[in-house]
């Protein structure tokens, strides 16, 4: 029998998001997929899982530690050799509380786990690569867009779970307030970023969004703009941000502070606007354009407009 | 009450950052701060004693050195430091640390701890979670802001597009985000007093930890090799003299990215 790779899936308006299907393709490489997901599977099955093992959402008395009872539950039954979920807040510290439980090890924001389990993670911004290996259960958070997600059909057996019976002293919701989601993609899985930085100035995000819908891409600022209080904090791009790995991220008026190419530096395709030829940034763009955001920006929008009508 | 918050020292993110020829961090190379996340909890640390009374103290793990940045909460205004340090500890991973982290909390008893997000070096940001669980302690992460009532700590972290507000009993763990407050700078009298203040050094000895559990050998994980990325390919850098806008989105169209 081959090898049980446990992965914990997001469904979102009744399908796998991207970044889930992404695991199942990488777990497929390391045994046979066996599911978790809150409320329903969807898809999973079309990407491998052999598996879907599903726990209603209101048998979880709290989002995270409940989850890792569960999570336990399924490893000592199906003892997998690696456990992976998506690099995001509430998966790591799901994540480091599993790995205590298991008497397992953690690697997190990994870009990919190559045969023998070695899990791939770039650390210092994406300057240095480890190879890192993990004595017992290996629990691995993976980077959204770090693999290209194939489609293939497993058994997909469905199972239904129960809360494990717990005495742990509980964290209670008191209180969820859900403003307007956005229309943009999520900015850590997103396949374009756009982001801006001081250069574009204070009412300069307008353009920044008219970009990023041209694109199809998220929203992204650097410190400097979220600081002065141009953009809520939850779009910063960087160390003290979020970590963004897309197809493309393009840059507008940001200089390229070693905090911020931290958050972006292993983008597939860099695109840098600015008008200082000496800012850093440029050493990392792929295309850069020495200009004034302001008119660039505008321009590139009417361009990409005209070629699409 | 006694409120007890971690502070790792770490590498100065603002300069060169190497790895030794073991794969572990080289200390040596680089400028020693503070973690910058972990003020904001010295912050929070401090703002919770002005409200309730009480007692604050700093906690740290490494190398000698690593009490700088115990003296940098002190000067802040945290009451007194502990360094857990020991030859034994080097290498540790996650693991390993919060294994030492929590047995010094025990030893503490503190009815709160608060710690930043995560590190800028190691960014894994597991820690915090891997010692609520040893600790079997609730967890509320990513507070914006934190209220004590009673035996009650009442959170409110952002979500995506709202909050959410969140309650545990003490003892509790909190992280707290950098939007929680904006960190103090130690004042002159804040400095001075801070070197009177005591910080005790714990060695492993002291928490009874078993040497096996923890240092390179006691760690899950282990750094197999190290590469550092190869330098990025120049790309193209021209002027805006006027195509720099279509040769921009063909560029973008020849590597169909619209």
């Not at chain 1, 690099?87 to 799901?94: A, G, Q, R, W």
Request: aromatic fraction near 2%.
């Amino acid at each position: 029998m081959m090898n049980a790779v446990v992965v914990l899936v997001d469904v979102v308006d009744g399908a796998l998001t991207k970044p889930s299907k992404e695991l199942l393709t990488l777990a497929r490489r390391h045994g046979s997929p066996v599911v978790v997901a809150v409320d329903t599977a969807a898809d999973a099955a079309d990407f491998g899982a052999d598996v879907c093992a599903v726990i209603p959402a209101v048998a979880l008395a709290e989002p995270v530690a409940s989850m890792v009872d569960v999570l336990a539950a399924v490893c000592a039954e199906h003892s997998p050799a690696l456990v992976l979920m998506t690099s995001t807040i509430e998966c790591k510290e799901i994540a480091g509380r599993l790995a205590v439980r298991l008497g397992g090890g953690v690697v997190t924001d990994a870009v990919d786990v190559k045969e023998g389990l070695v899990v791939v993670q770039p650390v210092f911004g994406g300057a240095i690569t480890l190879d890192a290996t993990v004595r017992g259960t290996a629990v691995v958070t993976m980077r959204p867009g770090s693999v290209e997600p194939e489609a293939s059909a497993g058994a997909g057996t469905p199972v239904v779970l129960t809360a494990p019976a717990t005495t742990r002293r509980t964290v209670k919701v008191l209180e969820r307030v859900a403003g307007a989601r956005s229309s943009r993609p999520d900015l850590a899985a997103a396949d374009v970023v756009v982001s801006g930085g001081r250069g574009v100035g204070e009412n300069g995000f307008t353009m920044v969004e008219q970009l990023a819908d041209a694109l199809g891409g998220a929203v992204g600022a650097s410190r400097a703009a979220t600081d002065a209080g141009w953009i809520d904090h939850k779009f910063q791009v960087g160390q003290t941000g979020t970590t963004v790995s897309p197809q493309l991220y393009v840059a507008l008026g940001i200089s390229g502070a070693i905090q911020h190419r931290a958050g972006m530096q292993t983008a597939k395709t860099v695109v840098v606007v600015n008008k200082d030829r000496t800012a850093p940034l440029f050493d990392l763009a792929d295309f850069g354009i020495v200009g004034d955001v302001a008119s660039l920006v505008p321009a590139i929008v009417a361009e990409i407009a005209a070629r699409r009508a | 009450m006694k409120i007890l918050v971690c502070v790792k020292q770490v590498p100065d993110s603002w300069s060169e950052r190497q790895l030794t020829a073991e794969h572990t961090l080289d200390r040596g190379a680089a400028d020693r701060v503070i973690n910058d996340l972990d003020t904001y909890a010295v912050e929070a640390a401090l703002q919770l004693q002005e409200t309730h009374g009480g007692q604050t103290i700093a906690l740290s793990m490494g190398p000698e050195l690593a009490e700088d940045a115990i003296r940098k909460a002190l000067q802040m205004g945290i009451d007194e430091g502990v360094l857990v340090t020991d030859a034994a500890l080097a290498g540790s991973d996650a693991i390993a640390t919060s294994l030492a982290l929590t047995k010094a909390i025990e030893k503490v008893a503190p009815d709160l701890v608060i710690m930043g997000v995560e590190s800028t070096d190691a960014k894994m940001s597991v820690v915090p979670a891997m010692v609520a669980e040893r600790l079997g302690w609730p967890m509320l992460t990513l507070a914006t802001s934190v209220v004590i009532e009673g035996v009650n700590a009442t959170i409110t972290r952002q979500t995506a597009a709202g909050h959410d507000v969140v309650t545990a009993d003490l003892p509790a763990v909190v992280s707290v985000v950098e939007k929680f407050n904006e960190p103090r700078y130690p004042s002159f009298k804040g400095i001075t007093s801070a070197k009177k203040k005591t910080v005790d050094h714990w060695g492993i000895a002291d928490l009874g930890i078993d040497a096996a559990t923890v240092g390179t050998g006691g760690s899950a994980t282990t750094v197999a090799a190290a590469v550092a990325r190869p330098a990025r390919s120049a790309g193209v850098i021209i002027e805006d003299d006027g195509t720099a806008v279509a040769a921009l989105v063909d560029f973008l169209a020849q590597r169909r990215l619209i």
